[in-house]
């Protein structure tokens, strides 16, 4: 029993010691390279539910995005990112890609056209 204990504590500490590795590693690396990280609010056109996970997944699957959250009465999608990793265009031209317009992007008619009907915004 003892022994069960002590060899459950070794392992939760190498876990520990693994995930507080990572974090260092993390810090060190931002440390470095401070990590720019950019708050920027975009005006995405959407209405629904569907539309609203389409446009965060769109920015979540950008490399270096951290936060995407979308408000479907303001139409602003409130982006965090690492300045370093992509740039509020290249975020803005993804999410335009999956049929939704944004302030600077128009998306492209046959992608808005293959929208479910309940997110036809225009
Ligand atoms: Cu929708």
Same mark, same amino acid.
């Given at each position: 029993? &003892?022994?069960?204990?002590?060899?459950?504590?070794?392992?939760?500490?190498?876990?520990?010691? @693994?995930?507080?590795?990572?974090?260092?590693?993390?810090?060190?690396?931002?440390?470095?390279?401070?990590?720019?990280?950019?708050?920027?609010?975009?005006?995405?056109?959407?209405?629904?539910?569907?539309? &609203?996970?389409?446009?965060?997944?769109?920015?979540?699957?950008?490399?270096?995005?951290? *936060?995407?959250?979308?408000?479907?009465?303001?139409?602003?999608?409130?982006?965090?990112?690492?300045?370093?990793?992509?740039?509020?265009?290249?975020?803005? &031209? @993804?999410?335009? &890609? *999956?049929?939704?317009?944004?302030?600077?992007?128009?998306?492209?008619?046959?992608?808005?056209?293959?929208?479910?009907?309940?997110?036809?915004?225009?």
């Amino acid at each position: 029993m &003892k022994k069960s204990i002590i060899l459950f504590s070794v392992i939760y500490l190498i876990a520990a010691g @693994a995930c507080t590795g990572k974090s260092n590693t993390r810090q060190q690396a931002s440390a470095g390279h401070p990590a720019e990280v950019s708050r920027v609010a975009l005006k995405v056109k959407g209405l629904c539910d569907m539309c &609203k996970s389409r446009i965060e997944n769109a920015a979540k699957s950008v490399e270096g995005v951290t *936060t995407a959250e979308w408000n479907r009465e303001t139409q602003v999608l409130d982006l965090h990112f690492d300045a370093s990793a992509t740039s509020i265009d290249a975020l803005s &031209k @993804a999410i335009a &890609k *999956t049929g939704h317009d944004t302030e600077k992007d128009m998306a492209p008619d046959e992608k808005y056209a293959a929208l479910p009907e309940c997110c036809l915004y225009r």
